[in-house]
């Protein structure tokens, strides 16, 4: 005698098959952590930048003689070039010749007359130093020259 079998999946087995694949895709979205790697991602841009501001600071010094004049011994905001930069610094001294434009933070708001970054000089021995307060992850992101 012949059996007779039919072909194609029964619905539980159907089910199984995709409760497995969506808790194989939870374990990946939690092991991978997009909001980690975007933060992290931020974070390796801020290094970027302040080591532009604090390399351009530096060859002014060089040419000049002495870092830009606005720059106190107190840590303050760096100002967007073409604004207002009442209590801000201003490092438009620097563009277009050291620094096509001034680096702004990832997360700063466009409203925002800042970059986000701070720079100060040291008054014991006048160096710079820029740093990005807004890094994220408790990550410290600050260069010094």
Avoid: W
Wanted: hydrophobic share 40%.
């Amino acid at each position: 005698m012949r059996r007779t079998t039919k072909k194609g999946f029964t619905l539980l087995e159907i089910l199984l098959v995709v409760a497995a694949i969506g808790i194989l895709a939870g374990i990946v979205i939690v092991a991978i952590n997009p909001g980690k790697q975007l933060a992290d991602t931020r974070n390796a841009q801020r290094r970027v930048d302040i080591k532009t501001l604090l390399d351009a600071s530096v060859q002014y010094q060089i040419d000049v003689g002495h870092l830009p004049s606005s720059i106190t011994t107190t840590p303050t905001e760096i100002c967007k070039t073409g604004g207002s930069c009442s209590g801000l610094i201003d490092l438009s001294v620097l563009v277009p010749t050291y620094v096509s434009s001034l680096p702004i933070d990832p997360l700063t708001a466009s409203s925002s007359n800042g970059t986000g970054y701070k720079i100060s000089v040291s008054e014991s021995n006048g160096r710079a130093t820029v740093s990005a307060p807004s890094a994220e992850r408790g990550a410290v992101v600050s260069a010094s020259n």
